[in-house]
């Protein structure tokens, strides 16, 4: 689906979510005051929002170009990197926000090299598509092709555990999240690309993909989502 990351140019993120979610899990953190922060992810509202909530030094860190223009245009710290990498030096920050959405690598070693870029005591903030219940073969398949190694909730709070972090709370994001600040506005938008793109196969193929994407969440929305993990290093 090359042509989707044309369109993911002109929408505010790059994978579900919405400033609300932002707000909702800034409010579970808790009465913390870090001084540094690392925000890795595909939008700009939740970098914006804990550098107004906390007036900390806040660095902004995206995997796309076009991402960190946006976040330099908006007054932001922010800078690209590669895929998986974490900017800053180790024990660098009292809070880390990671929005994490497609995860190669596996929970433990993504926890593990999130862990050492906090300072003793810091917060990090995990976002992670995981299992809300027992998924049907067929999602789980499609799913583990689109989002790489889920685990269930519960698994995660456990290797959390396993990597010395305390579990703080979590925070489940809503359908509106993958409708109103994914689906929605990426199908609508790839509609009308594809309409002006008519001969070229490959856009056939990509609108193919997501059309299918989208049923599969349509069908199987109670079975998954992106959840955000709070834990205390």
């Keep these: 689906m090359n042509f989707i990351s044309v369109l993911l140019k002109d929408l505010e993120r790059s994978s579900p979510g919405s400033a609300d979610t932002a ?19 595909d939008e700009i509202d939740t970098p914006r929002l ?3 909530k906390y007036g900390c030094t806040l660095r902004a860190a ?8 946006q976040g330099s245009a908006a007054g932001l710290d922010s800078s690209t990197i590669q895929l998986f990498e974490l900017p800053g030096e180790n024990g660098g920050y009292d809070l880390v926000w990671y929005n994490g959405i497609v995860e190669f690598d596996g929970c433990t070693q993504r926890l593990e090299q999130l862990r050492e870029k906090l300072c003793n005591g810091g917060t990090l903030v995990y976002r992670s598509v995981s299992w809300l219940t027992e998924p049907s073969p067929d999602t789980k398949l499609f799913c583990q092709r689109r989002f790489g190694q889920i685990l269930p909730l519960d698994k995660v709070l456990v290797c959390a555990k396993e ?17 109103g ?3 929605d506005p990426l199908i609508a938008a790839a509609e009308n690309y594809a309409g002006i793109h008519k001969e070229d196969s490959t856009v056939s193929l990509g609108m193919s993909e997501l059309r299918k994407e989208y049923g599969v969440f349509e069908m199987h929305c109670e079975e998954y989502s992106c959840v955000y993990y709070i834990l205390k290093g």
């Design 181 to 183: 600040g994914y689906y």
């Design 163 to 179: 990597q010395g972090f305390k579990v703080h709370d979590f925070y489940i994001a809503p359908k509106s999240d993958w409708y």
């Design 23 to 41: 707000r909702q899990v800034v409010a579970l953190l808790g009465n913390i005051s870090p001084k540094s922060a690392l925000f890795v992810g």
């Design 62 to 69: 995206f995997t796309d170009q076009f991402r960190a223009e």
């Design 50 to 52: 804990i550098k107004e």
